[in-house]
């Protein structure tokens, strides 16, 4: 799926201007405060909890409904004063239409999570292919015949349009009009946390958005939002598959805590092992990516994307360090250990936003770096991994990729030629690291370190057992 909305994503940006997309930026906050709403938790909520009864997928999913009806109208009351505040008349119109995807959406939410619930993530798979593809085909034609901002709002729509078509038949649930106000209490109960913690990140995180839209130019925005889309690329790929997986897995295991903090602990090493070297590459080698994919039209990209690569490569790990205490039902210290990290973000961004979009993104690195010690220190606490003994297990991958790092930047002092230096770069890169993972034993290390963990676990088991029992 990310690898067609990547190939689209390059047709699109060749045919529009950054400032078609930075039309769609400005109003990335709202979509995201609104679906965090229309949502409640109430997903998650049925993700976490075991046994979910069919009057439990149902009154989430008239909730969900009911929601997005409300949000709607709201939006479409607010849209002259969204169009105001960035100083842009036609997004009175973007919002209105773009806003009924909050509609269409909400059906989905319930489907989605059922299918969540069941690992089944081959019918996600096919679904989100199939709707991914067909509706990228028709927001290229839409560009191709110059409908400009709109053929990214015709995609966008036309995606929700055939996912609601694929879920019910995947899923072979049909909602009903059953509702059941205790459910909801239960439901909501975990979820309400989780909104709130919801609509303080999606806020956190598109202040550089709102800020670089309101006083800087669209194609700025636009510069910034393709960039940042770049780089998410991979990181929301991993972040996305990880965060599916891991959630429901964890909570399936919440009851097996060794278990449960064995897989942990795996998802974290195998992450920090594939993306650090594809993020690290991507920021060496940005100027020949952006030149040969989108042009030297999106030159100012190239700065914006190194930065954002170096930031996001923490993105998936912060996020499997969060993943686990919402997966034990714990999303309450989820929401405190978000709501920490404000001053900080804030801080940086007050010192960075007078200064220009490039210091915006340097500030980016900045604040995840740091969050990722912040978000790994409750999991460190409550199961006895938290940020140094995670970055104590990945030594090896850390000194594997400083010779990468040193080898592909003397490939870009010696070749000048932009494909030479994204392929060879890339690929004796790519070799060097795996050499050197393979010279350095990384997998092997961490595989004695997992089994000596669980032979010492047991050794440990075994010799309380014997004192207890005599």
Not at 77 to 96: G, N, Q
Not at 117 to 128: T, W, Y
Not at 358 to 376: D, L
Not at 404 to 413: D, E, G, N, P, R
């Amino acid at each position: 799926m990310r690898g067609a909305s990547f190939v689209i994503g390059i047709i699109l940006a060749r045919l529009l201007s950054p400032s078609d997309f930075g039309l769609i930026g400005m109003l990335a906050v709202f979509i995201s405060i609104s679906n965090v709403f229309i949502e409640g938790g109430l997903a998650k909520a049925l993700i976490q909890r075991q046994n979910c009864q069919n009057i439990d997928y149902s009154t989430a999913f008239l909730s969900n409904v009911g929601m997005s009806l409300i949000i709607y109208a709201l939006l479409f009351v607010t849209a002259p004063w969204i169009a105001d505040f960035y100083h842009e008349p036609i997004l009175i119109d973007l919002t209105r239409v773009l806003a009924l995807n909050f509609v269409l959406g909400a059906f989905n939410i319930v489907q989605r999570a059922r299918l969540m619930s069941n690992v089944d993530f081959k019918s996600l798979a096919q679904i989100n292919v199939i709707s991914t593809v067909i509706s990228g085909i028709i927001g290229v034609s839409m560009a191709y015949l110059g409908y400009g901002v709109w053929s990214l709002v015709g995609q966008t729509i036309c995606s929700t349009i055939i996912l609601m078509v694929l879920f019910p038949i995947y899923s072979k649930w049909r909602p009903s009009v059953k509702f059941s106000r205790e459910s909801f209490n239960h439901l909501f109960g975990f979820g309400s946390k989780l909104m709130i913690t919801g609509f303080y990140s999606v806020v956190i995180n598109n202040i550089s958005t709102i800020c670089i839209g309101r006083y800087y130019r669209s194609g700025q925005l636009g510069y910034y939002t393709r960039a940042s889309q770049f780089s998410e690329i991979i990181s929301s790929t991993v972040n996305d598959v990880l965060g599916t997986v891991t959630f429901p897995v964890l909570s399936n295991l919440q009851n097996e805590q060794e278990h449960m903090v064995s897989v942990y602990r795996k998802s974290l090493f195998f992450t920090a092992f594939v993306m650090f070297p594809i993020m690290i590459l991507c920021a060496l080698l940005a100027k020949p990516i952006i030149l040969i994919l989108l042009t030297d039209k999106w030159l100012p990209c190239v700065v914006l994307m190194q930065w954002l690569c170096l930031a996001r490569m923490f993105t998936p790990l912060s996020a499997i360090n969060m993943n686990i205490l919402n997966a034990v039902g714990r999303s309450d210290l989820f929401m405190k250990l978000d709501f920490s990290k404000a001053p900080l973000i804030l801080a940086t961004l007050a010192v960075t936003i007078p200064l220009g979009v490039e210091a915006i993104t340097i500030g980016s690195f900045f604040i995840s770096f740091t969050c990722f010690f912040i978000n790994a220190y409750l999991p460190g606490r409550l199961f006895g991994y938290g940020a140094w003994e995670q970055i104590k297990d990945w030594r090896y991958i850390f000194l594997s990729l400083a010779i990468m790092t040193a080898s592909v930047m003397l490939i870009l002092q010696f070749v000048s030629n932009i494909w030479a230096q994204l392929f060879v770069g890339g690929i004796v890169g790519g070799v060097i690291y795996l050499g050197c993972c393979f010279l350095f034993k990384v997998i092997d290390d961490d595989m004695l370190k997992m089994l000596k963990i669980k032979n010492d676990d047991r050794r440990t088991s075994d010799i309380t057992t014997t004192k207890i029992f005599g």
